[in-house]
C-alpha cells in the first residue's frame, strides 16, 4: 500500500494516518510528488502549495505524536478552485486579470478546513470567472479529462473534477452556480454535490451569482462528500445568506443508509428528449433504484425547459453587478495604455476580461437597463419563482428527484463552438440552483467509448444528508471507486 496511497478514500487516508501507517508529511510529500509528476498531463493545477502544506503536515505530526485529539481532515490533501480565497495566495479565478491578486483573508471553507486538519495543496483550474462548462474558458491553462485525453473534464470547476478523477488528491473543492460541480464530476466519473443554497458559507468565494452561488465537494465516495460537508457545512455570521442551523450528522447517519420504500420523483416528461444513449443509462439507473426497494413516482417539472433561458437572465444580471468591482484600480491588471480615469476602467477592463466573460456583462447589463428590466430581469424572477413552487409540489409526492446529471458525455475539446448548446449543458442541473435545492451526481457506468455517465439526485431543501444517503445506496449497488483512468492507476 505504501507506494499506492492515490487509491485510498480521503476517510481511509485519515484512518492511516491516525493509526500511525503513516506521517501526514509522508501523505503531503506522496501527492505533492504525484501532481509534479502527472499533472502536466491533466492541467488540473493553478498554485501548488508545496512549502505551505508541508508545513502544515510537520505541524500536524508534532501534535499527533503529543497525543492531541485530531481534527476530521486529518492529512486529507484537499484542492480548492482557484476562486476561493486563501490568505497570503494568489486568487486568479482563472483570468488573466487577477493574476496579480493575493488574497487579503482566508474564505470561511478554508479557515474550516484548516481547523478540521484538512492540507490544502492547491488551487485548480475554472473557467474565467466560473463561467463555462467546459473549463475551455480558463484564460491560463487547458485541462483535459483523465478518461479522454481529447475531451474536456467539463466545467467550471474542471481542475478540481479532473484532479479527484485522476488522483491527484482525494478531495477538492468546487462551486456551482447552475451546475459547475455536478456537470464537471459527471463528466470526470466523480463524486460531486452542491449543497442546499446557504449550507455552506459563500465568504471568500469570488462571487459569480450570488443568488445562485454554492461551494461543494468532489471526491471518489459519497462517504468522503459526507466528510467533507460536516466540516464545511456550518452556520457563518459573515455571510448574509448561511443558514442558521447545524451541519448535519453526515456520516453518522451515512452508516444507516437505505433507500427501501422511498419514493423517488421521476420527471418522464422533461426528460422526452434525452438521447438514446443517455435514455438508455438513465434506464439502466432507474432499474438499480428500484431494485434497491425504491418506488418510482412521476412528477411534473415541465417548467424547468424554461430554466436555462431564466438562469442566463438572472445569472448574468449579478455577474454584471459583481464583476464591476475589476476595474484595474482596487482589483486586477491595470492597463498601461490607460491615460485617463475612463481609460483605465475601460482599457484593463477590454484587455483584462475573456471574451465569455464580456458578453454575460453585456448581457446582464442589458437585462437590467431601465426600459428592459421589466421585461428581462422581473419576469425571469417570476419564472424563478415558478420553478420554485414546482420543485414544492413534487417533493409533495417523493423524497428525492432523480434524472441524468448531463444531456451527453463528456465531449472532445472544441467540439462545441454554438454557445446556447454549451449552455444546454445544464440543463438538468440548473433548477437545483434556481430553487436553491441540494443536488447530487453520482457515476453510473460508462458508455461503448468507455466515457462516464451520471445519475443526480435533488433533494428537498436543506436534505442534504438524504440525497448523500440514497446516493449511497446507488454507490453500494454501481461501485465506481476503484474505477480509476488508465495511466492513472
Ligand atoms: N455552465 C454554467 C455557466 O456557464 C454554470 C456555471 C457554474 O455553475 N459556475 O454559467
Redesign the pocket.
Known amino acids: 500500500m505504501k507506494n499506492k496511497l492515490h487509491i485510498l478514500s480521503a476517510k481511509q487516508l485519515r484512518d492511516a494516518f491516525i493509526e500511525g501507517s503513516f506521517s501526514a508529511q509522508q501523505i503531503c510529500c506522496y501527492f505533492l510528488d504525484r501532481i509534479e509528476k502527472l499533472d502536466p498531463q491533466v492541467g488540473a493545477f493553478l498554485a501548488i502549495y508545496r512549502e505551505r502544506s508541508l508545513e502544515q503536515a510537520k505541524n500536524l505530526d508534532e501534535k499527533r505524536n503529543l497525543g492531541a485529539p485530531c481534527g476530521k481532515l486529518a492529512a486529507i490533501p484537499i484542492a480548492l478552485k482557484d476562486n476561493l480565497h486563501v490568505e497570503g495566495e494568489v486568487t486568479t479565478c482563472g483570468s488573466k486579470f487577477l493574476t496579480n491578486y493575493r488574497a487579503v483573508f482566508n474564505a470561511t471553507v478554508t479557515n474550516l478546513i484548516e481547523e478540521a486538519d484538512g492540507i490544502i495543496i492547491g488551487k485548480t483550474n475554472l ?1 474565467e470567472f ?4 467546459s473549463t475551455e474558458h480558463s484564460a491560463l491553462r487547458k485541462t483535459v479529462n483523465p478518461w479522454h485525453s481529447e475531451c474536456v473534464p467539463g ?2 470547476s474542471g481542475g478540481s473534477a479532473a484532479a479527484v478523477a485522476a488522483r491527484l488528491c482525494p478531495i477538492a473543492l468546487g ?7 455536478r ?1 464537471p464530476a459527471a463528466f470526470c466519473g466523480v463524486v460531486g454535490m452542491k449543497p442546499t443554497y446557504g449550507r455552506v458559507s459563500r465568504y471568500g468565494l469570488v462571487a ?1 451569482g450570488s443568488s445562485l ?1 454554492q461551494i461543494g465537494p468532489i471526491a471518489t465516495t459519497t462517504e468522503d462528500i459526507g466528510l467533507m460537508m460536516e466540516v464545511i457545512g456550518q452556520h457563518d455570521p459573515s455571510d448574509a445568506t448561511s443558514l442558521p442551523i447545524h451541519g448535519g450528522d453526515y456520516i453518522k447517519e451515512l452508516v444507516k443508509s437505505d433507500i427501501r420504500g422511498k419514493k423517488l420523483g421521476v420527471p418522464y416528461n422533461f426528460l422526452t428528449n434525452l438521447a438514446p444513449e443517455a435514455r438508455e443509462n438513465f434506464d439502466a439507473s432507474l432499474k438499480i433504484f428500484e431494485n434497491l426497494g425504491a418506488k418510482l413516482v412521476p412528477v411534473d417539472l415541465d417548467i424547468l425547459k424554461y430554466s436555462v433561458a431564466t ?1 442566463y437572465i438572472l ?1 448574468t444580471a449579478e455577474a454584471s453587478t459583481n464583476l464591476a468591482r475589476f476595474d484595474g484600480i482596487r482589483y486586477g491588471i491595470r492597463s498601461k495604455n490607460a491615460k485617463t480615469l475612463d481609460e483605465v476602467y475601460d482599457y484593463s477592463r477590454r484587455d483584462g476580461f475573456g471574451w465569455e466573460v464580456k458578453k454575460r456583462i453585456l448581457l446582464g447589463t442589458y437585462v437590467l437597463s431601465s426600459g428592459y428590466q421589466d421585461a428581462y430581469y422581473n419576469r425571469a424572477t417570476k419564472v424563478r419563482v415558478k420553478i420554485i413552487d414546482a420543485f414544492l409540489k413534487a417533493f409533495e409526492g417523493c423524497e428525492a428527484i432523480v434524472s441524468p446529471t448531463t444531456p451527453t458525455p463528456c465531449f472532445p475539446r472544441g467540439a462545441i463552438q454554438d454557445p446556447v448548446q ?2 444546454l ?2 440543463l438538468y442541473t ?1 433548477g437545483a ?1 434556481l430553487a436553491r435545492l441540494p443536488a447530487i451526481s453520482i457515476p453510473s457506468g460508462f458508455n461503448k467509448e468507455g466515457k462516464p455517465w451520471s445519475v443526480q439526485m435533488i433533494g428537498a431543501s436543506k436534505e442534504d444528508v438524504r440525497i448523500l444517503e440514497y446516493a449511497q445506496a446507488f454507490e453500494r449497488a454501481v461501485p465506481f471507486f476503484s474505477s480509476i483512468p488508465k495511466g492513472f492507476e
Open positions: 473557467d466560473a463561467m463555462g462548462s466545467g467550471s462551486t456551482d452556480t447552475g451546475g459547475s460541480i456537470q459569480f452561488d438562469y445569472a454549451m449552455y449543458q445544464d440548473i440552483n
